[in-house]
């Protein structure tokens, strides 16, 4: 690769121009050079003070600013600790590839630093109004995570003991069960726990202890030996097995502390450090990626979804769009989600699946419940495995069936594609007052169609909408022909051609409506986002080729014919 200075001998030129008028001294790094890098020694004066800075330029300079370093500093804001990097942008993208120079990044911007120091009451319009934790200048062990319930700084005592969860020991992977004080009291439980197995085997015990202010350390090797100095008891390892006296042994130690997670806000943040004791591996210390979770943490991303949690939906039919729908209802934070279908994965079905070949052979609902409150555990899921209408099924069975279904559901969603099915559910959720959302769509993923009924009996109706596709004039389901379908083999029938990319855009727009009836019902909205009740997707022209989606909605009132109304 060209050096960059060769390249653009203009641009260097006017860089060390720059450099010498705003009076920053500056030589070469030799060695630096001679690897095809460029990496700048300054000097400078600072509110009257000498100031040492190192500047690394990448290679494919100007398109990227220049990486400046402050050894001498030690700012508890916008620098990195170890590296001593500073954050000189708010972005990368604040870099005027055109304009701007490493000497007027560091003069106009250096200043700005000193003046966002929490003891500096600066000028805040130059600042990201974005909270610094330590732990996002921290190299963790690449992979790892463990997942850590929030906590209140001020509930903790000197030190105590916390319960993890392991699912991999390298990377160390999993999840804090709960913190308990010295004395034994639980002063922070994680609220995931509920989508994890139940596995005391996989269970380990650690130690943690409280500081007094944020640190400013970067490897593992510090923080280790920051807590022995808090207490000589830490200098020993801990050692724990998954197995009691079998198996490779860990040492875990976590630092609780407060620290800036919003702008300008405090709250508790903790490191991770551990060691392991494993045959051929030495033990060394070693970070891990650690996250708060809370469900207030979790939705903070979409403050609708706080709403959802109050909302249960049933789900019937997990098939290409099915499978969808349960995900997204679940992603979308639904509280309750209750699924059935009759079916088994297909390995080949894992183009239009949401999981693919290594769930083949297993019943779709209980794979999606476990695979759902696993990824997804704000959410609870009870799946079931079965059939409707089915004439050797007992009246008990049934009756748990419909209690499934319908029993304080607040929107039922149809996937299932079955005319029987749709009929059932549909005049039975509106016998009981229940918005029903139904979906499906055409062969080849030509199209789709959506609807939906509230809890009104002078609403539309699926039986409607049977007679309105019927009606001459009314626009069709755009479908490729019916003879445009396969038997893979092993299958029993021959099955629609199609794949997840098509039918996502039907799956996305019924979800949409499932969450529109929650939300009214659950009295987060007054009235619904969305004023129509049915409508065609066309996802093909008329010769089969790909087209923008192009949706066509519908106002419909109930239909003369329909014998509902």
């Known amino acids: 690769m060209e050096r960059w200075w060769i390249k653009h001998a203009e641009r260097w030129k006017r860089e060390q121009e720059a450099l010498d008028a705003a009076g920053i001294r500056f030589t070469e790094d030799p060695a630096a050079s001679a690897s095809g890098k460029l990496v700048l020694h300054l000097s400078m004066e600072s509110g009257g003070q000498p100031l040492r800075l190192t500047a690394h330029f990448p290679s494919s300079y100007p398109s990227f600013p220049p990486m400046v370093l402050a050894p001498d500093l030690r700012l508890r804001r916008h620098q990195t600790p170890g590296s001593h990097q500073l954050c000189l942008l708010k972005n990368e993208d604040d870099w005027n590839v055109g304009s701007d120079t490493l000497a007027n990044l560091i003069t106009e911007q250096l200043p700005r630093i000193f003046q966002s120091q929490p003891e500096v009451a600066g000028d805040e319009r130059f600042e990201a109004h974005e909270g610094e934790p330590l732990t996002m200048y921290l190299e963790p062990e690449q992979c790892s995570f463990i997942g850590f319930p929030s906590f209140e700084i001020e509930r903790l005592s000197a030190q105590g003991t916390l319960r993890l969860k392991v699912d991999s020991f390298r990377p160390l992977r999993g999840t804090v069960l709960d913190i308990r004080n010295a004395d034994g009291t639980i002063v922070a439980e994680n609220e995931v726990v509920v989508g994890l197995p139940q596995?005391?085997?996989?269970?380990?015990?650690?130690?943690?202890?409280k500081l007094n202010s944020r640190p400013a350390l970067a490897t593992p090797a510090e923080y280790y030996a920051l807590a022995k100095s808090f207490d000589p008891a830490f200098g020993t390892p801990h050692w724990q097995s998954l197995r009691p006296g079998e198996g490779p042994r860990i040492d875990l130690i976590a630092l609780l502390f407060s620290d800036e997670l919003e702008w300008r806000e405090s709250a508790g943040n903790t490191i991770v450090i551990s060691k392991r004791n494993e045959p051929g591996q030495p033990v060394k210390p070693a970070i891990h990626r650690t996250e708060l979770e809370s469900r207030a943490n979790y939705f903070v991303r979409d403050s609708k979804a706080r709403s959802l949690q109050a909302g249960t939906v049933a789900l019937v039919g997990l098939g290409s769009l099915g499978s969808c729908v349960a995900k997204r209802l679940a992603q979308s934070g639904i509280g309750e989600l209750r699924l059935m279908d009759q079916d088994v994965l297909d390995a080949g079905n894992a183009i239009r699946w949401e999981i693919g070949r290594s769930a083949a052979g297993y019943p779709k609902a209980s794979l999606l419940q476990s695979w759902i409150q696993a990824n997804f555990p704000y959410t609870k899921v009870i799946g079931l495995h079965g059939k409707l209408g089915y004439p050797t099924t007992s009246v008990q069975e049934e009756s748990a069936t419909d209690d499934l279904i319908f029993k304080g559901t607040d929107c039922v969603v149809d996937a299932s594609a079955s005319l029987r099915v749709m009929q059932y559910l549909s005049d039975t959720a509106r016998a009981r007052g229940?918005?029903?959302?139904?979906?499906?769509?055409?062969?080849?993923?030509?199209?789709?169609?959506v609807g939906r009924t509230g809890n009104a009996g002078n609403e539309l109706c699926w039986g409607c909408h049977m007679h309105y596709l019927s009606n001459v004039g009314f626009d069709q389901l755009p479908a490729a022909p019916e003879a445009d379908v396969v038997?893979?083999?092993?299958?029993?029938?021959?099955?629609?051609?199609?794949?997840?990319?098509?039918?996502?855009?039907?799956?996305?727009m019924g979800v949409r409506l499932a969450l529109d009836e929650i939300l009214v019902r659950v009295r987060s909205r007054t009235d619904r986002a969305y004023t129509w009740n049915f409508a065609m997707v066309r996802l093909r022209d008329a010769h089969g080729e790909p087209m923008l989606p192009v949706w066509t909605p519908y106002s419909l009132p109930p239909h003369d014919h329909c014998p509902n109304h």
């Open 434 to 449: 229940i918005p029903y959302v139904w979906l499906y769509a055409g062969n080849g993923g030509w199209g789709g169609l």
């Open 199 to 209: 596995d005391r085997n996989s269970i380990v015990t650690g130690r943690w202890i």
């Open 487 to 508: 038997q893979p083999p092993g299958c029993a029938h021959a099955t629609f051609v199609g794949s997840q990319v098509d039918m996502e855009e039907v799956a996305l």
